[in-house]
């Protein structure tokens, strides 16, 4: 039972994919937009395709995986820290939120001109750009699933001799687990995002975003654009379900994921 | 705040610390960080950094030095940030109404869901700023296009989320509905809207910073006003202050706009709060 509606969830999932391309491609073809604009899904297919085999954008993929990857890291080295300490002394939190509310809405994206200037259009300016947007999402979900912690186990972790570091790391960590990786899974979105914006503005270097930069100057490549921004979908696509697929097989004790999505 | 904190006995230790510290104390450590910040300028004399009060003074010669008629503000508030305020505003609202309307019907029909289920993931997970200059050939420069690019990059949460809450309607309430055999539109207005409310407001709240993401990067290639085009400008002038500005503006316009809807998510979701002791998880 459980079985076969996985299995039909999953041609459906596939007829509504496909339902998706061929709608792409009739709009693409019958004209109500210049083909040059809106391009079918073949020709975009056909594009990335082309940039797949051509020797170059392999390694524009490895750049902005690999960037993406170092801010991503980046970002859970500081948040969840940052979040643990926040987190387990309530009042450090409170006293210090009016600073977080006041840094946490700055754009990013308004950053990066600013950051080109300081640290030029290379790794350092895109990792400073993800972490500033990626680390809010994991520091938020770490406090939140820290709060979630059974304060029973906690005190009997406390009443059996633990100190305060061991009841963090052995008792609230694990508990708050679930909501970190749900963090971590929100910030791997943002920072990719960020990633593709940094290269795209920064100009120089190489990337997916510099790819789709280079592609939409002028008027005739637009199928590379769409492949480019194709291209990077996956990439999120994939490491979605990459950490999903983490979270359900690592935490086994916590099979429930908590956080907003 | 405190009130709704009153009310949640849940956690009592995180709970209490709320309750008791003062709102001095946090606006004391902002102005603690800001003095700190002002000292380490000062030393450093690094043209990348000006010093905070050279920040404020360029904010106010910018916005704020307008005849008390106008309440200080200068022109520039009417070229700079007003166009921006309703691009930002404009394609949150169509994105939220959109994306609850169209995210209620999917989460009601588990069928409709299996269908569109991957295709959405794929979608959310597209970079919006890659997609800005099929934007820009499709609807050309202009608020169109900048509005198109705020309510394709914001609408995923909050389709998403109104899917998840719509889902979750409690099987009592759907049985009582049909017991009663409620009408359509008190079916869609009493129940599962209500419902879903709670997951509704969290992707908001994650949709409006986007919107001020999308509302910066889409000004920056794509007009001739608004905060994104100023802070382009003031990098081809090389004008630091200017800049530093406009991100300074920028955060606490992001404040602002977070608080104003915290303020209504609150008195919208009394009910719940009362029920369950706190707001959906904030991202």
């Known amino acids: ?261 | 705040m405190t009130a709704m904190m009153f009310k949640a006995p849940s956690h009592g230790l995180a709970r209490r610390a709320f309750a008791t510290a003062p709102v001095l104390a946090r606006w004391a450590v902002l102005a603690g960080l800001v003095a700190l910040w002002e000292l380490a300028t000062w030393r450093a004399e690094n043209p990348f950094f000006p010093r905070p009060t050279a920040i404020a003074e360029a904010i106010k010669e910018q916005w704020l030095s307008g005849p008390p008629s106008r309440l200080f503000l200068t022109e520039a508030v009417r070229e700079d940030v007003l166009p921006s305020l309703v691009r930002l505003l404009g394609g949150w609202a169509i994105a939220g109404v959109l994306g609850v309307s169209l995210g209620l019907a999917i989460g009601r029909s588990a069928w409709l869901e299996d269908f569109l289920a991957p295709v959405l993931h794929f979608l959310r997970a597209v970079p919006p700023p890659a997609l800005l200059p099929v934007f820009i050939v499709l609807i050309g420069l202009g608020s169109s296009m900048q509005l198109a690019v705020i309510i394709f990059g914001v609408i995923w949460p909050i389709l998403l989320n109104a899917v998840d809450g719509a889902r979750s309607v409690p099987a009592t309430q759907v049985d009582t509905a049909r017991v009663f055999r409620v009408s359509r539109l008190r079916w869609l207005f009493g129940v599962v809207l209500p419902s879903a409310s709670p997951k509704i407001f969290a992707g908001l709240r994650i949709s409006l910073s986007l919107s001020l993401i999308l509302m910066v990067i889409s000004e920056q290639v794509g007009s001739s006003n608004g905060l994104g085009s100023s802070l382009v400008d003031a990098q081809r002038n090389f004008s630091l202050r200017s800049m530093w500005a406009v991100i300074v503006l920028l955060g606490v316009l992001g404040y602002l706009l977070n608080s104003g809807l915290l303020a209504i998510e609150r008195r919208a979701l009394r009910w719940h709060l009362g029920s369950s002791g706190q707001l959906a998880d904030t991202t």
């Open chain 1, 1 to 261: 039972m459980a079985v076969s509606s996985v299995s039909s969830a999953v041609v459906r999932g596939a007829i509504g994919v496909a339902a998706f391309l061929v709608a792409g491609e009739v709009i693409g073809r019958i004209g109500i937009v210049a083909r040059t604009y809106l391009p079918p899904t073949s020709d975009v297919l056909g594009a990335l395709w082309q940039m797949l085999s051509a020797e170059g954008f392999g390694t524009d993929v490895l750049v902005t995986a690999a960037n993406w990857m170092l801010g991503l890291a980046t970002a859970v080295a500081i948040g969840v820290p940052l979040g643990l300490l926040l987190g387990s002394v309530p009042r450090l939190n409170e006293v210090s939120r009016l600073v977080v509310e006041f840094l946490r809405p700055i754009p990013s994206v308004a950053l990066i001109p600013l950051m080109v200037l300081v640290l030029g259009t290379g790794t350092e300016m895109r990792v400073f750009v993800m972490v500033f947007a990626a680390v809010w999402p994991i520091l938020f979900n770490t406090i939140y699933g820290l709060m979630e912690v059974d304060p029973l186990a906690k005190e009997t972790a406390r009443s059996y001799g633990s100190g305060r570091l061991a009841v963090a790391l052995r008792v609230s960590l694990p508990s708050a687990a679930p909501f970190v990786l749900t963090g971590i899974r929100l910030a791997a979105t943002t920072a990719l995002i960020l990633e593709v914006t940094a290269e795209y503005f920064g100009g120089a270097g190489r990337g997916i975003g510099t790819v789709i930069s280079v592609a939409s100057f002028g008027s005739g490549q637009k199928d590379v654009v769409l492949a480019g921004a194709l291209a990077a979908g996956v990439l999120g696509l994939l490491a979605n379900l990459a950490l999903e697929y983490t979270g359900r097989h690592t935490l086994v004790w916590a099979h429930q994921p908590g956080g907003a999505r």
